[in-house]
Each structure stands twice: as structure tokens, then as C-alpha cells.
């Protein structure tokens, strides 16, 4: 066994899941209980509650869902559209690309405009899309508000204003998965029917919850709604809800876990939550240009405040970096994935993170990276943020 | 805030969720970790094959979805049959009439075969209509093993019987969500194309794991149904399974959990753990007789030794003695539902209980039925069953 | 490995260490800290506040060494008495017997009153004892509040009053390890100088904390005592605590533990804490009434309410009944001690308990003693302990 | 509340406590148990043995105490040395110092050595004191094997040939509270009579274990030895230890936490553990190094691989960067004591780390010191750092 071990912490960058802090953690630490006690609705009733007001949203529903995040892709789709109805969904990134196929594969005709990796969805072409659209024939715009796979965030307020210039009525239906409690997302400014989250991300949880905040026209919609749907029906939900409960056994620990977080995420407060995110991709960012290299995403506007996608240069494969930071420093970093495999490693930089922690990663992206033969400055990325994260320090 | 503190422990004697060992629950604290990180599948692939023993499968594949219960039932149904196909399936209880629902919204034809509460699947009668059913239009029977509503254990090797004897293809589709873990199960011997269970039961987790074992002839029937899926579809899983990962992120916490309830099973030695669930069972039935009540399961064939559903004398509100066990003792008993509703309280006897926790359960249950004006012994239970361990113990 | 596995949980009844909530199971899992930073003050500084108020003490200073209880015993005396110094100590069980033992090897000259085991500290004794030392040798009086061997309580209240009738000086140091935070103790009221207990019991956390709580009378004489003491020096701890500080690196997890017990002892009320202990002790004892059994404490006026030691029948081994219960029923019961040792078995019923919890164990014990020999009514003690539970509920 | 809440994880960086690992966090969650089950010794008695180990020591008798370091400190002069025994004891440090001060409150006389701070024990000195002591009036030699307040470490084989070469029967007391665990220790080769640890530097653990490693003749000793000692008497815990018991009741969290970080430190291999320290402790000095600066050590052989005191120019307070390392970048510092106050900070290297959060704090302390006004390059310790870990990685 000598050897064995892997001394210190694993540095998880991956984006998602993302580290639980030590006091959420403790939070899930419950014994068992029935779920159908007259106690039970003390928990969740507040939950709905503290849930919606991450989404910003006034009087949207929130489903919790136990699954994954793709779970409550599917649970927005299939309670709100019929079989064979049009959606527009921009495409530039694997989880656009996924989402876009669980689409189709519920029954829905996509129609897909697609954009370069490393771009983000295009108001402008959504708006045209929606202008030759007379008939009214598309029902809902899908939007990945943060493209993970490139690191491109997509200006979901200039999607809706283009759904409005254009004079139509399709619903607008945005993953926010891994933009929601980390980079600002506003349900009822942007008039979000259907926005889409996971526990894994800025809820700094496990995986196990999918959440859904739903508009009133959406929730008008799923009445009528004919995708075929059981384990996912909003109106199981909705009914068991109501008085507290869940149509079958919830995830308690998630739940427990859930309240914590966003106990965390007000303590800190949800505008400084954004900003400590912006702030520490900024450092990133300074140290990828200290570094001579650049990002997926090619332009400031699609810069990503959770992850960053770093090109390796020419001759370099980013799976050896990502390979020689895990096995020699301890240290995940995300995969190129898709037309990108290979091209580029990815930071995450989100959820329960500090400068330190950040400056750590930066340090083992050094190494690895010069591990692999590529040509930078040792400390020079490390500098560029230290200095960046001195010169914006708050006190 | 005096007074506001339950000193001491709940008695959760409900049928689900259960208690969750002590080193179940440490091993479920865990830092997040990347999911695609190359030590991974040293955690997960002999997942499968250690969660597989528990079916009693050889050749199955098991399917290991963040969902509850509910969402196995979907997976199994949806991945395996088209919309229109026809199968037979009796109704007995809550659960067996909830799957029946499920089924129906997913788009299949459900042949129903109603049978008493208190009693369960008859395989005189399912044998009966498969002959009947000439065109062999029936694709598969749904059988719920253990109703957890009524505490009935139905014979599924009989009902395997009596498919084989009309020479039917049909498939056998069982749940057993009540029953796995806890309860004898032969996936092989049986023949059960789809069995399924969940978390937090048998397996002694937090709910948050939908779990099926697929036949080898279910996966082969896969690969034609027709059945609208995507979040649960076998394919996606399949693929990402065979090298240790997921289709989407797992719920990490719940993974280590499995591997320690079990090696639990695995050391407690199943057989061991079917016959201290009976043991436990019959101790909480000499209970019941002692105290001069009756049982839902109206004959000892149907009796089920993880849940016994207890009939509450004319004149009294069996949601009454529930209300005071929880609110007076701190006891969580399980209610009647639909048809049983304040006829019964539910013992729940399954997962990590010993003696003198049931004990501790029959005693709260004798004060609380007191307190709602049923007439028993005090003690009386409690002597039956003690005296029960007594005679059965082992060393 | 198969059988090696005990299913469920153990029933804990020895008289300490006793269970640990949930929730202050979780309070004790932090990351360590640095014990000297600028914020430490916050966890402590009011933690000394807090548990003062257990004591029942408005000017006492508390001490909180990383010690067992037997620490807090040496602490107590070596910061203020000095070698020679003439105590008066009652002895009637192990625990009084261990402490005068000490007291001895720190260099006193104890003055022993042997009473009764079963029997406690004889308050016209000790003032006889006092009347007579017209000289005033003796600089204290040693009692153990609850003597935890013969389940025995001695009357506080009575002990100051034999001091003060006797007009004698001498300080009055209680062993309140097994009643502080059960039993009412009242250190201003009966003019306690030195208070002493441990973590492990009333305050339902893991062992580890060594606890005094000083009068300014026990502080004055701190300055001039001379028995040697450096790890346990009160001046130490004086200077450090005042600002949240401590001499050296105390146990972390004990003191977030201890917070968060303080706030369960809170939330309950003191005082509701008392009774709830008064009357799970007066079930315990209505068991033993009903078994036909008698206790190791002579009068009721002795009875402990955190422990019961029970006295077995002529040719029954004691030691036999604790073996049975602990290997085949998972029950921990408390043995006999030096003179009683195999004439009884003790029944903790102290800190974090309800009427469930210690029904079960109640059953085990009738199904230990059966297995044993003894023979009493199976189910008796239980129904009695009912009975008694039902007719004091509150609600 | 909003903006309480720190992100993240505080980067511990003092020299102890350390971080606890995540498996020996779980480890210590236990719920309370009988001391004195006749399955308590599955747990102690290999205790004793695998903690031998860690001292290098085949024969010694390994005691732990329910105490902090400083009682290991107190037991091991208690129980082998009589009041007025002369002890020689080398002075260079604070805690050199404090074990000094306690010497002579348990009644010793000691003959101080003082060494320069920032070096260690002479052992030309010490050879020459013995010799010069021709009545063998000096019983013990005293010396802290790693100074943690100068970050030095004495070289105590080096004081075992003094004192064999001075023919001189005093025995060997080493400190090895920061050392221990982290560098390499050899009781048996150097001949100490008592070693010295707490839980919480190399071991892992929360403070709340007093760990001492008595040679055969320290054990002789104390059977003559006649300082007063009561709770940390040897013999009382020989006796019950011998079967696998304690005294009084033991910290099971902590016991169950030794089992664990025992394992790590097996795991990684005890000599592979003591390169890991040496090379990350060389990184941190190359950081030094690279920032202009010195350490608090005078020469490359007083080096500790445990902590390094880091001076900072004239006219810079110490004390500043620490209070800045911790407000504004989450990174806790040692501060400089007693003669070094305000002239240094202390990087803790010691316990369960790797380079990556060695490097976090490395740019952590070069923010704040250039926050606080000394002018190092930002990055240029990181990068020494990062090249040296490159350089020396093992695979």
C-alpha cells in the first residue's frame, strides 16, 4: 500500500460539480425521515421560496427535481411543448449541442442556427428567424446561457429584446446550469419561461437535484401540453407541492443541503457572489494573456465568468496538460470536448472558490502546462492575477 | 425558543425511507471530485457488478439512474416497449395502482387485474389471461413483489410459473423497490426481465438512486422500443457505463454510499439479512396478535416481512395513532392510503434495525394506540415479541 | 467476512459517554483553525458565558481543559489547596472513592467518611465533622453530587446547610460529572466553590473536556495554594481566556460541539431538561418495581435520575446479565464496581434520551435477565414504564 | 448578513493545528460507545502498537493522554523525575522556553542552556555540562526537537553522542511536537527516553491527544520517581492500557481519528511522508530565497521542513502582513513570539499537503507582504517554488 496515497487536497477545477462548502456539507449530514410527517413542510415550503429568488423571478414555480440537470431539461421541454412543435436553438458548444438532441429525441422539430465555437447565440439572427417565422410556427427559443464547453456566455437580455423587435410570441427557455448563482441571471427582466438549473454548479451541492423555474405562460402551457411525461409532470409535482410534499420519495440530504447553500449564497449576498465570480475569472483571464495564449471564446462579450477555455498553442494537446496536472499536481481542469477535443483546457472557476484557491490552479496550470512543452513564464499567470486580485481588493 | 427541541432520536418505522447506517453516512461524506477523472471508474465499474448480487442476476446490466423509485419504473417501461404495446398487470395496492398509472401515461395499453387489498398477484389468473391472450399481444407483466400499502409479499416465482405454463413470451417486469435487500429476490431463477428498486429501502440510502437490472432479453427488446426517453434511456447510459463513467453528472455521495451499504450486505451476508428481516416480521406479528388485531395481509402467504400494515378497530382513525405516535412519542409510522386510509398504521421493518430498536417501535406503538382508545394490554406486544427473539436468537 | 456485520444502531445505556444529537455531531465537524486568530474570540468568549449558566453561577469563572472529568478533579484541587491542607470527603461508591484517592497523591489529608454504598454524603455528619475541627484544618468538603456506581444522588442543598450550621469556613467542591446538565445543580445557591464535570455525560458530547467552574472564593485562594500544577494551572487559563484565548492548542471540535450542546440544553430549557430526565428515570425505576427487583440506592430519597443501578436476585452473576445484553441484544449497560461488583447492573438514562429509546432498552434488559435466569414477567417493566410515560405526557 | 460569509477555504498555514484529511474527518465521526465493551480492545490495543511506530521506537511504551501537547509535556517529567532533580535543558526558542517555565513549576532545577534564537541545541554545550557534572546530578537532557517559533530543528542524534560521549547516565527527553509524524524521528537509534507529540501537527487530528513514547528506562524511573502526578500518572494508565482500557474515559473521536491518520501516514509510507515535508519545505525556501529575503534560522542545518519563520525588512511589522494575509487573502500565518514579535511571519508546512496549496499560500504571502509594503517581485516565489517541484517530482 505504500504510496498509495495522494497527500493534501485535490484542486478541483473542473466546471462542475464544484467544491461544497464545509458548511453545506455538514447540512446534509441528516438522519432519514418520513417525508410525509406534518414537520416536513417546515423545510421545504421556504425552499420553494429561497430557490425562486436565485432565478429572479417573481412568481415563477420551481420544480425540484432528483436528477441531473439533463433531467430537468427534459422535465421543461416535455411539460410545456407537443410532439412535432418547432424550436429555435442557437448551436455552439457540446451542451447546446446535447440539449438541442434530447429536443429531438422528445419529439420536437429543432430548427438549429448554428454559430462558431467560441461565439455564443446571435440576437440578431434569432430575431430574423422570428420575423420569417409569420406563421407562428416556432413555440420556444432554447438558449444555453453558459456554454461550458467553450467558456462562452451568451447575452440572454438581448435574446429576449430580439423575441420582442420581432413581435413574437415564442417562449424563451435558457439553461442556465452552469450560469445560475454565479453569473447574473434574471428570470422575469428577460422574460425566461423555462430556466434550467443543477444542484452541482454556483448551488455548490452535489449532483441529484434538477430545478426548473417556470413562468406562469409556462405553466399555462403544460396544461395542454401533450409530450409524454411521468416521472418529470409538472402537475404531480405542483399538487404535492402545494402542501409541502413530493409525489415520491425526495432526496433529503439535497434538500437539507439545498437550504444551506442558499443560506450561503444570501449571507454573501447574490450581487457580491457575481462579482467575487467576475473578479476571480478577471484573474484568470490576466493570467491566460500573461501566459501568450488565448481563450475558446473570441470576444471579450462571450467571456465566460465560470469557466475559461485555454487554447494550447500548435503541436501541443490539451489532454496531456489536463493529464499531467491531474496525476502530478492534483489538480482537475475540464477536457475539450467534441470539435474542441484536444484544442484547449478549461478552468473552472466557480461555485465555493477564493483568490488563493484560484492562485493555487493558476500554479498548477504552470507546471503542467511546461510539463507538456509549452513555453511559458513560471509565476508569470500567478502575477498577473495576484495583481489584478490586489489591485480590486474591497478592504 | 424553550421547548422547541425533540430530545433524542425519531423512531422511523416507516417503509422508506430507512435508517442509514453509521458508516453509510460517513462514507457519504465526500469532497466533489471530477467525474471524468481517469481513477473514476475504480470506483463505479465494480459498482455494477457488486449492485447486480443484489438482484441475484448473473448476466443482467444494471442501470444506475439519479432518480427515485418512480424514475426506475419509467426507464424500465419506456426503454423496453412501444407506445400502444399491452401489458398485464394486477392492482392490489397504492403502488401497484401508481405504476399502473405511470405505464398508462407512458403510452401503453395496461391490462388490469384487480385484486382484494390485503391480497396480491394471482398467477391463476395471470396464467389464465396469457392463454387467452392467443396473439400474444401482451408484451410484459408488471408485477409489484412487495405492496408496500398493504404489507403483501406477492410469490413472483409463482407468477414465472404461470407465465411458463401458458407458453407465453411475455416479459416479467417487477418492482421491487420494498422487497430488494430486505426480501428474497431471484432476478436469474425468476426470470425478471426488468427488476427494479430505488435507494433508500432495502439498500439502506437517502432516496436519489432509481436503480433497474435489465434482462439480457430487455436489452435486446431496447433496442427496438419505441417509447419517446431521453434522460432515461438505456443507450446513453450503456455506452457511458462501460468505461466507468455517466451520461451526465452522477450524484457522488450517493455512489459511495452504495459501495458501503453494500459491503454491508455483502458482510452481514445476505441470506442473513433476508432472515433477520422474517425474524424481525414475525416479532412485530406476535405483536400484533397479542394485541388482538389483525393484519391487512389477510392469509400468512401474503405476509411481508419488511412492512406490516395494521387494522385499527371499527371506530377508530388509524391516522389518529399515527398522529399521536409521531406528535406524543416521537414515532414515525407509515399511513393507510386510498382504499386503507384510517383502517390501518404501517409497521415499517426493513434495513438497518435490530431488536431492540422494533422494541422500542411496538412499545410506542402500544402507547400511542392507548392514547387513540383501542383497548390492548400494555406490554403485551412487547412480551410476544421479545419472547419471539427470545426462542429465535442465535448465539 | 459474512455475519461480522451487527445490523442497527447500539443501545447506549451506560451512565456516560452518552449518545451525541445529530446536530451536534455535525457542529464538531469543522477543518481545524488557527486557535490564535483575530475571530477565534467570537466561538469562545461566549462559550465560557454559556456554560457558566449550566453551573447555575453568575460570577463563577469557568475552566475548560483538554482533560477527562478526573482532570477537572486534580484541577479543582491543586490550584487551591496547598499540600497538608485537611479535606472532608463522604465515601459511598467508586467514584467518591477514585476522587479521595486523588486527593490524596496530590499531597491532601483527606478525612474520610465511609457511608453506605447505596447511600450518600450524611449532611449531620459532616457537620459533626465540622463542629469538631474547631481549628479550622479543614479547607474542604468534597461530595459527588451523583455517585454514578451505586446510582446515589446526595442532597447539595442539605451538605451547605451542615456547613453553615457547623459555621465552619471550609469550601465546598462538588464531582457534579454525572448530574450537571441533568439533575438540578445550583453552585451560587448551595455555594458550590469548585464545580466539576466532563463533556461526556448531561453535556452529550464525546469525552475530552474537563470542566470547573470556580467561585471568586476558589479563585482567591488559586493565588496562594501551593500544590504543584502547571498543565491544570487556573492563572494560565485566566490570562489567556480573557481575551478568547488558550494557554495551548485546545480541541476544536469539542468546543463547536460544546456550543452547539449548550444551545440544545437551551432550546429544551434547563428545566425541562431536569424533568424530562426526572421522568425517564421514574419509568426506569417503575420497570424495576414491576420486575419484582430492588435498587442499589437505599430510600428514594437517594435515587439518581441519571442512573439506576439494579440489584440482581441471590445466584445471578450481574456481570452475566451486561454480557448477555451486550452480545446478543446490542445493549451497553453499566457493570458493578469493586463492592458491588456482580450484584447489579446499571441502567444509564442520561442525556440525549426519550421515552422510545429507553423502552427498547428496558426490553432488553427483561430479555438479558430472562436469558440469565432471572425471573421475571416478559413485558412487565415496559408496560410499567408505559404506563407511567403515558400518564406525565405533557401533550 | 450579507457580505459575512468568507468563500472558500481558509488556507491553514500555521505550524498547527493542520488540515485534518477528509477520510480522517470521517473517521472521527462515531457515535459514543462503551469504553469498557469487551470489543473496545478490536480498537486500542493495535492503537498502541501503530502508534509506536510512528517514534521508531520497538520496546517503548506508548501512553495517550486525554491532554494537549503541554500535558505529554508535564507527564513525561512527572513520572520519571522526583522534585528537585537537575535537568539540562538548551533554551532557543518560545517553546524551548515554555517547556522550561513547567520544568520548574513541577519542581525541577534546570540548568538552562541559552542558544542564540534561530539555532539550536550545541551539542559541544551539552557534551561539556555533562562533563562537567561529575555527581551525575542531572537526570534529563531536554530538547525540543523542532523549534517551531524559529523554524529549527536540533539534530538529536547529535545530543546522543554528546551524551554518550560525555559518559553520562542522564536520560533523553525530546520535544517532538512539530516534528514527529513530518521529520524523521528515531526513538530507539537516538536513545530517547521520552518522546514527545500531540494529535494535531503531524498526526492530523484535532488537538485533545497528549502522546508520550517511554523507553524501558524511563518506565524504571517511574517506579521511584516521586513528583506528584494523579491524572497523568504512567502507572495508572499501564495498568489499564495493558488490556486495552483507560483510566477514565477516553476522546473515541480521537482514537478512531489516530486509527486513520496512522493508516495515511502508512499508506504514503512513513520515509516517503518525511521527503514529501523536505521537498515541499525546500520549495518554500526557495520561495524565501527568491523573494530577497532570509529565514528566522541561521544556517542551512537548523532548517525545519515543518515551518519556516520568515524575517521581513526593518521598518516592516510582522505582525502586519499576517493580520493582511488573513483579512484580505483567507491565509492564516504564525506570527513571531516573545523576542522575534513583529520581526517575522511563520509559513506551516507540516501535515496533510501538497505543492499546489503550498503555492496558494505562497502567493498568498506575496500579496499581502507587498500589500504591506516590502518590495518582492509578485510571482518570483511561486515560480522557485513551482520550478522546484518540477525539478524533483518522482513521476
Excluded at 246 to 254: E, H
Aim: net charge negative.
Amino acid at each position: 500500500m505504500a504510496g498509495s496515497r495522494r497527500p493534501g487536497r485535490n484542486f478541483l477545477f473542473v466546471p462542475g460539480p464544484t467544491n461544497v462548502p464545509e458548511r453545506v456539507q455538514r447540512a446534509m449530514i441528516v438522519p432519514m425521515e418520513d417525508h410525509r410527517s406534518p414537520v416536513f413542510p417546515d423545510l421545504t415550503l421556504p425552499l420553494f421560496e429561497e430557490t425562486r429568488k436565485i432565478f429572479k423571478s417573481r412568481d415563477g414555480q420551481v420544480f425540484l427535481f432528483p436528477s441531473s440537470g439533463t433531467g430537468a431539461w427534459e422535465a421543461a421541454l416535455t411539460n410545456t411543448l407537443s410532439p412535432g412543435d418547432r424550436v429555435l436553438a442557437p448551436r455552439f458548444g457540446q451542451f447546446s449541442t446535447l440539449w438541442i438532441d434530447l429536443a429531438q429525441r422528445v419529439g420536437l422539430d429543432v430548427e438549429i442556427q448554428d454559430e462558431a465555437w467560441g461565439t455564443g447565440a446571435d440576437p440578431a439572427r434569432i430575431e430574423e428567424a422570428l420575423r420569417a417565422d409569420r406563421e407562428h410556427r416556432i413555440k420556444a427559443v432554447l438558449v444555453v446561457h453558459n456554454e461550458t464547453a467553450t467558456g462562452v456566455t451568451s447575452d440572454i437580455g438581448a435574446v429576449r429584446r430580439a423575441i420582442d423587435a420581432a413581435g413574437h410570441p415564442a417562449m424563451l427557455y435558457v439553461d442556465g446550469v452552469s450560469s445560475i448563482g454565479s453569473i447574473d441571471f434574471r428570470a422575469d427582466e428577460w422574460g425566461v419561461d423555462c430556466a434550467i438549473t443543477g444542484s452541482q454548479k454556483g448551488l455548490m451541492l452535489p449532483a441529484g437535484l434538477g430545478i426548473v423555474c417556470a413562468s406562469q405562460r409556462a405553466l399555462a402551457a403544460s396544461r395542454t401540453a401533450e409530450c409524454r411525461r411521468a416521472y418529470f409532470d409538472f402537475a404531480d409535482q405542483t399538487k404535492a407541492n402545494a402542501t409541502g410534499y413530493f409525489p415520491y420519495t425526495p432526496p433529503l440530504p439535497l434538500l437539507y443541503g439545498l437550504r444551506e447553500a442558499l443560506r450561503c449564497l444570501e449571507e454573501e449576498g447574490l450581487e457580491q457572489v457575481f462579482a467575487r465570480h467576475r473578479r476571480l475569472a478577471d484573474g484568470a483571464r490576466a493570467a491566460v494573456r500573461a501566459w501568450g495564449l488565448t481563450l475558446c471564446a473570441r470576444e471579450p462579450k462571450w467571456h465566460s465568468d465560470t469557466v475559461s477555455a485555454v487554447m494550447v498553442p500548435e503541436g501541443i494537446n490539451g489532454a496531456e496538460v489536463i493529464s499531467l496536472a491531474y496525476r502530478r499536481y492534483n489538480l482537475a481542469l475540464g477536457a475539450g470536448l467534441s470539435q474542441v477535443a484536444g484544442k484547449l483546457f478549461r478552468i473552472g472557476h466557480l461555485g465555493d472558490l477564493n483568490e488563493l484557491m484560484l492562485l493555487g490552479a493558476l500554479s498548477g496550470c504552470e507546471m503542467a502546462m511546461r510539463d507538456a512543452g509549452i513555453r511559458i513564464e513560471p509565476g508569470s499567470g500567478v502575477a498577473a492575477a495576484q495583481e489584478h486580485f490586489r489591485e480590486t481588493r474591497e478592504s
